[in-house]
């Protein structure tokens, strides 16, 4: 396979390998070593969680690039663009420079040598890790922050060595591969974690296995609420502290306060002065698509958000109330995957949604079917008012609500980006 195509690519890559999902290392770390990809001379930051990464990678990549650093971003999934997933600088990496970066790891991967007698095949996932970093060691950057994919220790991202690993939170999700308790999903995020470098936890209340793996294999631990933390007040401003350092009075950002306190300890931890950057400034002004996000269309506010699973849209109730947006009605457009836990998911919107509105995902072989959407909300008590495409869903939740209320799209990352191209957004 080669190809100066980028929709070529992907296409190709969606049916490559025989699972979407094949955790593990050893496939991926042959082919990188072939491409001398193992051992960048950049500082990395390496970012998993439950909830939160996309906000705190963000928050990283920020902050580095106002000290100075040429930083690249790689995160997981997209939204409206595959480009999206690989930027240097700010700046989405262009078609051109992934097809070469695909073609250079399919080389790689046909090769047969002393690493392994037979051509390697690798997951869309592995693919996109390897273009990364590709790209990133062509441009020269001084800084690489990495979002993991699934769960940690088995993740593509985990072939790099991080400088700095970071754990945003851990709760119940992709059960069926990392684990059915927070103990055990702990484990699978600790396994980012390197001896002899810092790992900061910002979850406020972790499972023992972080601090445990940490112990055991001789990482750092840096804690959100005893090495660090912060606090909110109600005048909209929020105060940081670390070790040796206080901030107070200072703009509250609009992203999770936990992963920009975590993103402040990395930057501690390299020595950045976060007066001289300006770094509560720089944090203020920081959004990142399809979290909270907030516009208008057809003279109707909508809200998109990403949250799929419970931890995200309890997170996504408090953010409606601390908005004061509520008891404005809600018309919710809602598509999930069929793997996650959909009744406590919804359940956590149930006392402020008056409407809800089905979308079909169907040509996402993952996705919950429009049925068990409806029966999810029959087990709620609830009842679907339309179905239909995700903009059939919005069209008809803006021709049953008035202006002042609000239409909130949620449930995966499918469904945001389906919401975004039916509202005609760009970003």
């Known amino acids: 396979m080669q190809s100066t195509s980028l ?28 491409m001398s990809l193992l051992n960048p001379t950049a500082t990395v ?36 663009r595959y480009n999206e997933r690989i930027v240097v600088d700010g700046e989405v990496v262009a078609d051109d420079e992934i097809c070469t970066a695909f073609n250079a790891i399919y080389s790689a991967c046909q090769l047969v040598d002393e690493l392994a007698s037979s051509p390697i095949s690798l997951t869309y996932f592995e693919y996109s890790t390897l273009a ?10 001084t800084a690489m922050v990495l979002e993991v994919g699934l769960g940690g220790r088995l993740d593509a991202i985990n072939i790099i060595d991080a400088d700095i690993a970071v754990i945003t939170s851990i709760a119940l999700d992709h059960t069926d591969w990392l684990g059915d308790n927070r103990e055990v999903i702990g484990v699978e995020k600790a396994g980012i974690m390197r001896a002899g470098k810092p790992v900061i936890c910002a979850d406020p209340s972790p499972p023992n296995s972080i601090a445990a793996s940490a112990s055991q294999l001789g ?18 401003t929020w105060a940081w502290w670390s070790k040796g350092y206080e901030f107070v009075d200072q703009p509250i950002p609009q992203l999770p306060l936990p992963s920009m306190a975590a993103a402040l300890q ?30 208008t269309w057809r ?45 406590e998911s919804l359940v956590n919107l149930k006392a402020v949604v ?22 999810t909300l029959a087990e709620m008590g609830c009842s679907a008012v339309s179905k239909g495409s995700v903009a059939d869903c919005l069209s008809a939740a803006h ?11 949620f449930g995966s990352f499918h469904t945001v980006a389906a919401g975004l191209q039916a509202i005609d957004y760009s970003f």
């Open 399 to 409: 021709g049953a609500s008035n202006p002042g209320d609000i239409i909130l799209v």
């Open 7 to 34: 929709p070529v690519w992907l296409a190709w890559l969606e049916q490559n390998h025989p699972r979407e999902i094949d955790l593990g290392l050893e496939r991926i770390a042959t082919v990188a070593k072939r």
């Open 354 to 375: 008056t409407s809800w509105y089905l979308a079909d995902l169907s040509f996402i072989s993952r996705a919950a079917t429009v049925d068990e959407l409806q029966q």
């Open 132 to 141: 990364a970093l590709g790209v990133f060691r062509r441009r020269n950057v």
């Open 299 to 343: 003279d109707r506010e909508v809200i998109l958000d990403v949250a799929h699973n419970p931890a995200a849209t309890a997170y996504l109730l408090s953010r409606l109330q601390q908005s004061q947006l509520l008891p404005r009605p809600i018309h919710a457009v809602v598509a999930m995957m069929s793997d996650k836990d959909r009744v």
């Open 45 to 80: 930051v390496t970012v998993a969680g439950t909830n939160g990464k996309g906000s705190c990678v963000a928050a990283t990549a920020a902050l580095l690039g106002a000290a100075g650093f040429s930083v690249g971003v790689y995160t997981s999934p997209h939204l409206i």
């Open 219 to 236: 990482a750092v631990l840096y804690s959100l609420n005893h090495d660090f933390g912060y606090t909110a007040s109600a005048q909209h």
């Open 266 to 295: 990395v930057a501690v931890l390299l020595g950045l002065d976060l007066t001289a950057i300006r770094a509560f400034e720089c944090l203020s002004g920081l959004r990142v698509p399809g979290r909270f996000q907030q516009c």
